[in-house]
Each structure stands twice: as C-alpha cells, then as structure tokens.
C-alpha cells in the first residue's frame, strides 16, 4: 500500500473549512513578527493564543501531542543549549562543574524555546487542516500562481507516496543480489548512497512518464505562443470564516508584539 | 471550434526517427483509419507501434526531440496541433494518475481543456459510468487497484470526449480479473461514442474480438499486413511472421511453435465461454487441443534431464513453512497467515490469486528477504548446509547461493553500469569465489541467455526481453537451491515467454526448486508442479499439474 500524503484525514473542523490562502495569510503574518525578535513576552502571548485555539483543528491533544513531540523536543533542546551556551551575565542560578547557567543566558534560552514553538504552531495549523488539492486550487485560482508549476508540484508530491514503496522494495531487491554484506557504517553508507542513487533513477523514469500521461492530457500546452487557456473543476472560493481566520491572525501577531514593546523585552534581532 | 465525433487518421509517408538514434522507429508508414473503426496495432519489439501510438496523441515532442517525415495527421490536422482530439492510455497503472481524488483526476483533461466548470462535472459522472466506476469522487486514487487504476485513466480521457482512443498496452500489468474489466469497460464507452479505437497489444486475443481490423507493422517500415482479423490471422504466412516477431497468436503456442485446436485457429480467438486474458485459450484439463502444454509434456520435451547431472537430491525437501503467517512489517497484522507448504529440489511451485492478496509479500518471506511475522520457515539441511535455519538471518554471502529472487521489476536489481559486471557482482564480490571460477560462470552465463553481444552494454539500456533474461542470469551466477520469481512473464512477447520457460525447465530439471509468483496460466501449465492460490489471507493447494 502506497503511502498517501495528498489525501490526509483532515477533520471536519472549522479551519478545514477556511480557504488555504487565508490559512497561509494568517500563518506567515505571526511567524514573520515573531522572526524580528527573540523576546519571551511575545513568543509565550503567541504562543498562548495558539494555544487556545486548538481546540478549532478538531484533532484531540493526545494526537497532535503525538504527531508534533519532535517539534518540542527540537525547541527544547534549542531551548536548552541556548541557556548552556549563550552569554552569561546576570545572577548566576545554577552552577555544576563547567556548566554555568545565569538568569540572562536562561531567559534567552526561554525565550529560544517558546518562540520556536509559537512560529512551528501556525504551520502545524496549515498542515492539519489543508488537503494538498484545496492548497493548490487556492494559489491557483487566488494567489494567480502559474498552475503548470502548482499542479506539477502537486504530481510530484503524488510521486514521493510511490517513491517510499520503491524505496523498501529496492532495499529487498538489493538484498536478494546480496547488498549490504558489511556491518561497518562505512560499508553502510556505501549501501545507501548506492540505494539512494537507484531510487534517483527510478524517480527520474516515473516522473518523465507521468509528464508523458500529463501532457497527453492536454496539460502544459502552449497555443499561438502563449499558456493554452484553463478551466478549474473546483473553485476556491472565499467565505466569512476567512476573515475571521486573517483577522485572528492579524490580532495574534498585533497582541504579541504590543506587549513586548509595552514590557519593554522587544528586541530586534538583527537590528 | 474544435471538430467532435469519430476521428479520421491519415499516415503518408511517415516516418520518426528519436534523438540519438540511427534507426527509424518508424518509416515509410501509409496508413488511413477511418471515423469509428477499431484497430488492433500489432508488430515485432521495435516495430513501433508505442512510437506510433505518441505520435498520434500528439507527445513525441519537438523537432530536438527526433525527425519527423511525411505527414501523419488526425481529422487532417498534424496530430500535435489536434489537441484535445486523441486521448492516450499507458501501460503502467501507477505511471499516469496525477490527481489524488478518483473525480479531479477525470475532470484534470477538462480543465487543461478549458472546459466550462458546469459542463466538466456531468462530463466526470458520464465518463466514470462509461468505465463501471461508480465510486464516490473523494475516494483517493491511491486506493485503488490496478484495474480500477486503468479504468480510472480510461475515464480521464473519456471526459475530454475524443474522437481517437489510444492504448498502449493498457493491461499488460493486470491480473485477469483486471483485464476483463478494462477490456468491457472499453467494449461500453466506445459502444456509446463511437470514437475510433487504436489498441498496442501483444497478446492477440485479449482485444481480438473487440476490432474490427488489424494492423500489422513492419520492423523494416511499412505494413506486413492489414485486414479484418480473419482474414489477418488466418493467414498462414502472416500468423509465421507474426509468431516468429513474438507476437502471442492465438492457435499458436510459442514453446511448440505448433498449430493448435486441428488447424481452425482462427476460430480460436471466439471461445464460447470468457476467453483467458493474457493466454491463448482458457486451459481445458488435459484435453490435447485445448493448446494448454503441460508440465509433463514439456518438460521431458525438452530433453535436458538426459544432460543434467544424475542429482541424488531430487524431491528432498529444501525449506518448509508451518503455519507461516507473512506481512510487509512485524508489527502490522499478517497479509497471508496459515501457510503450509514445502519447497522441494527439482520441482516447481506457482502462487496466483488476485492483485494484492499478498502473493509477493509470502514470496518474500519465503524467500528470507522479509522475517517470517508468525509460524516457522525453515532450511532444511540440505538447503541450509549448516547456515543458521531461519533464512531472513542468513548472511548475504549465504543467501546468495541457497535463494535467489527474481523481481517483477529488472531494473530494481541492477547494480552497475555493465552487464558482464553485473553478472560478476554475485560469484566474485558476494560469493568470493576465485577469478578463474567467476569468468568460468560468467562466460557461461553470457552463452546460455545470449547475452554475448551485449557484454559491454548498460543494463538499463536493454530491451524489456533482455532485461529479464539479464535479471534472471544474475541470480543464477552463484546457483541458487531455489528460485523465487514475482511474475516473470508480466508484459512479455512470446519469444521471451518461450525462452524463459525453456530456461527454467532446464534448471528444475537439473534439480532447482523454483517458485514462481504468476496469474499466467500458461507458465503454470507448463512447469509447476504444485499450485496455491492466495485470497482472503491464506493459501490453499489448488492442485498438482504433473
């Protein structure tokens, strides 16, 4: 069974109702406000309003805590390192041998942590609750994007579900011609690269074959010079739950960076 | 306004020779089909015909891609300007499917077509029951079989509504429940629009009924001939030049080379019941004119258990499974369970059943690529020959010479960029055997598959026929006890069946133990002496040939 990604279980939530556009405006609006500065009042008010608003996806807490555990432990130990290896002034809090925590180097590391985090959540938003096809259609038809680059990657995305099939049927098809003697990571290595570079000649075949069938289709053909015209089977529209969703993104970023210009931890990063 | 209804093909002179190539892939090629007409496109390998059959749906690409001469021309357009007019169907079920959802994928030719949105969704109803597919449009494409998948690509082109329908080999990687599916699904859309029909299949009588006239090319340009089927297939000299290019004839067999069913071959193709897909004619017991050569028929036919080394071993049991379950990983439920069967040296087993029953995953398992997910495997000592008695923990090196797997697909076990290295890889890096050992095999190797020429090439140049019989030489270098192979005969013209079916019967008689993976009744027929069939996640012996 091939592994599908373009036809995920998206709940019947309210955000999977939302147009992918405005999913996107909202998403890119807090994760570029909270690029500028690495503070922890705005990273921990995002992150509170993201917070609060799970309950819109649909899914339960057990599953995201699930699917979305190596973000965390990622923000944690960025979180952590910081504080190990940032600069050290302040009290000194904790003080074991060579490792030195003060309470600057721990705020930033903090800081680091939760900000991770707060700009992960709106993608994980976006991921949740977009099927790959509504995405698409949506910068398509509203974002004007040329559809031979947006339906080419849309195929191509069909491809890599097929490509992991490949992947392990290559493994046992090398195994059986006796592939991967050595126990070595040198000799491992060796394996994979050579594994590697079948499944690139492998996706090489299939994509070129698929461009064939797409083509055939009419599809990325030219007229008189010019893209031939396109009709769209699903039309992506835009509705008042889309502006509700670019509206608290707007109000999630506005609410972040206000308090941290108010509490006076607003920092620019590379100002 | 693009014109609608039945196309007219036109061919004058035509000619197309590829980018980097010598050799016209097609030249000379007169041709007129008319509005409606239903063609079968037969010819050797490299006759043409798939270039044929692109070039009219108008996809072969600019003048960088190849040269183009004379004219080939769809209702009197050059065929890449008639867009929209012809609709293309490929061989590979997962190959041509580019949407994720059953109803986008039939309504994507519309769109490129710039079809009004009101007018594609009754087009997509249309088409879908046109092929009997009448599945929810949400249902992902990933979800189907690969029937389903051919039926699904049928109704792609069906909703662009052209006059010309092309298929290439459209269900050469199906079972026969597949087939039969395409097949009527096929029979009803063209039933109800008329649209001309051009079909590239090498096994006749899977479309023979269903045309009204067949096209034969020449593999030097030109036509060999052109008729009603029966008057082409009932053509002494045509049926020859036909079987000899590997074209499957119905009436004739490729491991005899005979004339079958008392000379009325053209009756041949019209069973009365259903005929069998991918075979000449349904097999009829031991009936002598039903044209079903058996196990123990041919294979003392060929002569070679006279030549073979007296092997005291026949019949011993190599490797035995006792209620051996089977799954892709250990930790999803078993795909196959309850699986009791013993391989034995010198004898030949088939595994068949439906697409997706677990016929390749048992195969695997049985062939110690995969572990065993419940019950035992084990290598008996004359097959273990004091390796470890689960085959999954075997080393490589121990592997290779006690079993070796055939895929379905050649170019999955191709290594290197030569095919004389590709044949040493197993004795020499894996086995370690010595250099004079190793060229020993090689050479012999070279000689017996008639590989000789092709020495020097890279393997993932060959043709399809080449390929297998390369893919089938590799695993015989460090002679394996036992031969597993995953459909060795999928999408083979006859002459490659018949070569393979030789070489095998060979092997068994030198005392391998082969199983084989097929739905080809005929490869069963011929050599098996046991046969299982799996469906609804076990395997039960559904009887012994010879």
Sequence with gaps: ?271 | MSPSGPARVRARGWGWRHAGRKAFAVSGLDLDIAPGERVLLLGASGAGKSTLLHALAGVLGAAEEGEEHGELTVDGVRAPDARGRAGLVLQDPDGQIAMARVGDEVAFGCENLAVPREQIWPRVHRALADVGLELPLDRPTAALSGGQKQRLALAGILAMEPGLVLLDEPTANLDPDGVDEVRAAVRRSLDRTGATLVVVEHRVSVWAELVDRVVVLGEGGGLLADGSPERVLGQADVRRRLATAGVWVPGWHPLTGEEYDDGRAVRAWRPSGGDSPGGVVRPAGGDPSSGVVRADVVRPRLGYRSSAPETASVGAALLSARGLAAGRSPKAPPVVDGIELTLRAGHATSVTGPNGAGKSTLALTLAGLLPAVGGTLEALPPLARGAASSPHRWRSSELVSRIGTVFQEPEHQFLTPRVLDELEFGPRRVAKLAPGETRRIVDGLLQRLRLERLAEANPFTLSGGEKRRLSVATMLATSPSILVLDEPTFGQDALTWAELVRLLAELIDQGTSLLAVTHDEHFTAALSDAVYRVDGGHASRVGAVA
């Design chain 1, 1 to 271: 069974m091939s592994v599908d990604f373009l036809t995920p279980d998206v709940a019947n939530s309210v955000l999977a109702r939302a147009n992918p556009v405005a999913k996107l405006a909202a998403a890119l609006c807090i994760t570029v406000s909270l690029l500028f500065s690495v503070d922890w009042v705005s990273a921990s008010v995002a992150l509170a309003c993201e917070l609060c608003l799970v309950p819109l996806l649909g899914v339960r807490v057990g599953t995201l805590a699930r699917r979305t555990w190596p973000l965390v432990a990622a923000a944690a130990v960025a979180a952590y390192s910081t504080a190990l290896l940032g600069v050290k002034t302040g009290p000194v809090w904790v003080h074991l041998g060579p490792a030195v925590f003060t309470e600057h180097s721990v705020l930033t590391g903090a800081a680091i942590g939760l900000r991770g985090l707060a700009i992960a959540l709106p993608g994980v938003f976006l991921l949740f609750s977009t099927d790959p096809t509504d995405l698409a259609d949506g910068l398509a038809q509203k974002l004007r994007l040329p559809s031979r680059f947006v339906l080419g990657a849309l195929a191509g995305m069909r491809l890599v579900g097929l490509l992991v099939d490949e992947w392990r049927t290559l493994g046992l098809a090398r195994r059986a011609r006796g592939v991967g003697t050595g126990h070595s990571p040198v000799e491992r290595f060796r394996t994979f690269l050579g594994q590697a570079f079948a499944l690139l000649v492998v996706a090489i075949r299939r994509a070129t074959r698929l461009a064939v069938a797409m083509e055939a289709r009419g599809f990325g053909s030219v007229v008189d010079g010019r893209a031939a015209p396109r009709t769209w089977a699903r039309e992506s529209s835009f509705s008042r739950i889309d502006a509700w969703v670019v509206a608290a993104g707007v109000g999630i970023a506005a609410l972040a960076v206000g308090a941290a210009v108010v509490l006076g931890t607003w920092n620019v990063a590379w100002g």
